[in-house]
């Protein structure tokens, strides 16, 4: 027994140590998906529940490939509104078994026509799998040694037809070495089909493995880097979100460039011409929000980099991403899939002091944040990450300070919408508000403080009003915003906030309010203008 409670006490600072504390309060933490989809919001209810219907079938669902309907084949551009992208690279991985083919340029027609006859036999006469795939990664190795442009024209429709057939084949190893071999010819035929299958491909997770196997990452973000449409772009920017919530293909993209290309589709003029882009058909009126769509699925890949490891905010300062997205909110700020993303980003770089300066210099970004929060109270994953956001600013910048207070109404604002939220919190069933996790009892054990309540996570309104009366109490460091602070009404919430909830069980909660009234209390005030200090305990007040 003795042993068992000295090892306890010993626990003690590191229970401690994980606590939340004004010095290291809690992130914002993105709860875990199981599912993957295209959108999880609801700014796209029609396209969502499209795609939803696609896939009804099955976790995979077959769709009808439109390549059959057009092959563009020729050397005109397709009125790409990025750069072109670079001529693909030597392949090492699941090819390198194959000897490099070594073609004469006076051969190369009859030597990629033959592959291509091999490649359609085996296909025609329905041999094993095995050999299906054998002949794929053999064609492939030829598509990717040379560039034969103009020049194979008729032998790439032929693989073309025949592959069109293919392409949704139950084998998932299979299809996607299909896919890949259209990412390999040159000119690319259309890509509408391949982009679709692909992302339905992406949806299972066991498939991860195979994007990875096969190159695919490269192959998608080359295509990315074309901007060859909105609508493949749509898809084969989908794809490369699910596939980024794979650790082994994470690893691949943070030592590639889609650092560079994803940043050049998040720059304000690359959306200008992806919203303006004529191609796919589509209405004019549609396009722009077709391209925030395609922003949706950029910043989440660029927010599960973020996500995975701090090594890729030197990517994120050196392409100027965070400037860049900073001007996302305020050009998209209707789109809050989009701009949760963004702000699910933001709360993890600016921390860092560099980064800091990016979204404090910004000529918008303060302003937009407080937007977010007087426009979308109710949505409280937003509101989390953006008063984080804005918190970290604050603690550091006293210009930011300045400037919240000048900004519309707010500090007035502020503390209405903590009101707000103070009332959503109490209205609450007892069951679904925080509860006292008594840790299990350990017989003949001596109490120590390791037997301490167990704190249950805080609820999703809880963390929004921690994360506010942080902001509040950074806000009243400066001496005119605190003196306002202190004589306006309402601010009154915070006293009753005290009165009902346990340290025990709210500890982050009540810690920033203390520190708020803190703040709030040590500015003069008098019987006509009275300051928090003032406020009488009302424990019994049921208007919180």
Not at 11 to 19: F, I, L, S, V
Not at 193 to 214: A, I, M, R
Not at 217 to 231: H, K, M, P, Q, S
Not at 409 to 429: R, S
Request: glycine letters at 4%; one cysteine or more; proline letters at 7%.
């Amino acid at each position: 027994v003795r042993t068992r409670c000295m090892d306890q006490s010993r626990d003690a600072p590191k229970a401690r140590k994980n606590m939340p504390s004004l010095r290291h309060p809690t992130r914002p933490l993105t709860p875990l998906v199981e599912d993957r989809h295209l959108f999880y919001g609801s700014d796209y209810a029609a396209t969502a529940a499209a795609a939803a219907a696609a896939a009804a079938a099955g976790s995979r669902p077959t769709t009808t490939s439109p390549l059959g309907r057009h092959h563009s084949m020729g050397n005109a551009s397709r009125g790409s509104p990025l750069a072109s992208p670079s001529p693909p690279a030597p392949r090492e991985g699941v090819l390198s078994r194959h000897q490099s083919l070594k073609i004469s340029s006076g051969g190369q027609l009859l030597q990629l026509r033959r592959e291509v006859r091999e490649f359609v036999d085996v296909l025609d006469s329905e041999r094993s799998l095995e050999l299906q795939l054998q002949a794929a990664d053999k064609l492939a190795l030829a598509l990717d040694g040379e560039s034969l442009a103009t020049a194979v024209t008729r032998t790439q429709s032929e693989t073309v037809i025949m592959l069109d057939k293919l392409i949704e084949s139950v084998d998932a190893n299979l299809a996607i070495k299909i896919c890949r071999l259209y990412f390999l010819m040159n000119p690319q035929p259309d890509m509408v089909g391949v982009c679709k299958k692909l992302y339905f491909l992406s949806k299972e997770k066991t498939n991860d493995k195979l994007f990875y196997s096969e190159n695919l990452i490269e192959c998608i973000t080359r295509f990315i880097d074309a901007g060859e449409g909105l609508v493949p772009l749509l898809y084969a920017s989908g794809a490369l979100k699910h596939i980024s919530e794979s650790t082994l293909c994470i690893k691949a993209l943070l030592t590639s460039n889609v650092a560079r290309i994803l940043g050049n589709l998040v720059k304000p003029q690359t959306i200008t011409q992806l919203a303006s882009c004529p191609a796919d058909g589509l209405l004019p009126q549609k396009r722009p929000a077709k391209a925030a769509q395609i922003l949706v699925q950029v910043t989440a890949v660029l927010r599960n980099l973020a996500a995975y490891s701090m090594a890729s905010k030197s990517l994120f300062v050196a392409n100027n991403l965070l400037g860049d997205l900073c001007t996302i909110l305020h050009t998209h700020g209707q789109h809050t899939e989009l701009v949760l993303n963004v702000t699910r980003i933001l709360s993890k770089f600016t921390t860092f002091p560099d980064c800091l300066d990016i979204v404090t210099t910004h000529d918008s970004a303060v302003e937009d944040l407080l937007q977010i929060l007087f426009k979308y109270p109710t949505n409280l994953p937003l509101c989390v990450r953006s008063c984080f956001v804005l918190t970290t600013l604050t603690m550091e910048s006293a210009p930011v300070r300045e400037k919240i207070a000048r900004t519309g109404d707010g500090v007035p604002a502020l503390i209405a919408l903590l009101l707000e939220w103070a009332k959503m919190d109490a209205a609450l069933p007892p069951n679904t508000q925080n509860s006292c996790v008594q840790s299990p009892p350990q017989p003949q054990a001596a109490p120590t403080s390791v037997d301490a309540p167990m704190v249950a996570p805080p609820s999703d309104i809880e963390q929004a009003m921690i994360k506010l009366i942080r902001l509040i109490a950074n806000l009243s460091i400066n001496e005119d915003i605190g003196i306002l602070i202190s004589h306006s009404p309402g601010i009154e919430v915070l006293i009753h906030i005290l009165d009902d909830k346990s340290v025990y069980e709210h500890e982050e909660l009540v810690l920033n309010v203390l520190c708020a009234v803190t703040n709030i209390s040590y500015y003069p005030s008098t019987p006509d203008a009275p300051n928090i200090s003032y406020y009488p305990s009302t424990p019994d007040a049921p208007n919180i």
